[in-house]
């Protein structure tokens, strides 16, 4: 008589429960970390930024709410509500958030691009929807602005652009309302569905909300957990876009030793056209150092040289493809050296 071993029904049954049991949890994560959605509308009338929806459109808008924690712990509900309201016309976005929290905000910057320490409120955009690059625009309590342009695993907050923001502050809250023209957006013809995710700093609990959940292992602007905005009608975006950032310096050096003067005038500016409305002609002429942040100071004493982020604004336009090639000197391409000779002078 031939005789069974009962040991291995039993681990088949334990594989099979295991099996399941995993089956489940992937099923429930995939459902907690789910996609929003949002229709954006069109406005009624006109909007004026300062702060407060006085506004028909805001009346009527739909309010969404429901934001998540991202850290430090995720897929919960946040503790302090936001709501936001988002509407368009021909010229751009509208924005409307409020921030529900104690009279207390806490804002350690009025400078610009700032953002990290404060109460602070961000929309983020991905208007390809190709989850690869994007721009965010974040506002503090107090109105200080930042934007920045969103790659993979990075942001890059030198990137500046035009656009409008007024903030209130109440006992139980604080409100934003904004307007980003179509003019600061690069986005495609008839795309009617946008990625988007808007984030929330709060450091008095030391949280960050996002209205589409995102696992606390991934940063909050991670391309892969952006909800979907949806357009009744696709934006067009506007013709003739171009802008012009001149610039005039002068400097003075007296020697007094020798009792001479010499004066040193420049003159240059970047200039940005809009051939297409993805595709932009980017221009510089003297390229103006005087609003470049200062980098960090560093002692170098090794026998290469030290490669510093690019910080000046014309060079920073489409970095991001750039970025991923090579490692520091094996990089095809590094504008740091643009402008200076072998020896570091300045051409």
């Not at 023209?181 to 009617?192: A, G, T, Y």
Request: charged residues 20%; aromatic residues 12%; proline residues 5%.
């Amino acid at each position: 008589m031939r005789r069974t071993n009962p040991i291995k029904p039993i681990l088949c049954a334990i594989v099979l429960v295991v099996w399941i049991g995993l089956q489940f949890s992937h099923a429930q994560v995939d459902s907690t970390f789910a996609p929003k959605t949002m229709q954006i509308s069109s406005i009624k009338g006109v909007i004026t930024i300062d702060g407060e929806f006085n506004e028909a459109t805001w009346k009527q808008a739909k309010v969404y709410s429901g934001f998540f924690e991202q850290s430090p712990q995720d897929g919960r509900p946040a503790s302090k509500e936001t709501e936001v309201q988002i509407a368009y016309d021909e010229s751009g976005i509208y924005l409307a958030a409020t921030m529900y929290d104690d009279p207390n905000i806490l804002v350690t910057s009025l400078k610009r691009d700032s953002w990290g320490q404060s109460d602070e409120f961000a929309i983020l955009f991905d208007p390809v929807n190709a989850k690869a690059n994007g721009m965010a625009f974040g506002v503090n309590a107090l109105g200080a602005q930042t934007e920045a342009l969103l790659f993979p695993n990075d942001a890059d907050d030198s990137w500046d652009n035009r656009w409008r923001s007024a903030t209130r502050n109440y006992e139980d809250r604080w409100t934003l309302e904004a307007y980003i023209p179509f003019k600061s957006l690069r986005f495609e013809k008839n795309n009617l569905v946008w990625g988007l995710q808007f984030v929330r700093n709060d450091p008095g609990t030391n949280q960050t909300h996002v209205w589409s959940p995102v696992p606390r292992q991934f940063a909050d602007a991670d391309f892969g957990y952006f909800g979907q905005m949806f357009w009744d009608q696709a934006p067009q975006g506007q013709a003739g876009n171009i802008n012009l950032i001149p610039y005039v310096s002068g400097l003075t050096r007296k020697d007094n030793a020798n009792n001479t003067t010499e004066d040193d005038i420049q003159i240059g500016g970047d200039a940005k056209i809009g051939i297409t409305r993805s595709l932009n002609l980017d221009l510089t002429i003297n390229p103006d150092f005087s609003q470049v942040e200062v980098d960090n100071l560093v002692t170098n004493l090794t026998r290469f040289s030290i490669f510093f982020p690019e910080r000046r604004q014309f060079f920073i336009e489409n970095s991001d493809l750039f970025n991923g090639f090579g490692q520091f000197a094996n990089q095809p391409f590094y504008s740091r050296r643009i402008g200076l000779d072998p020896s570091g002078q300045t051409v």
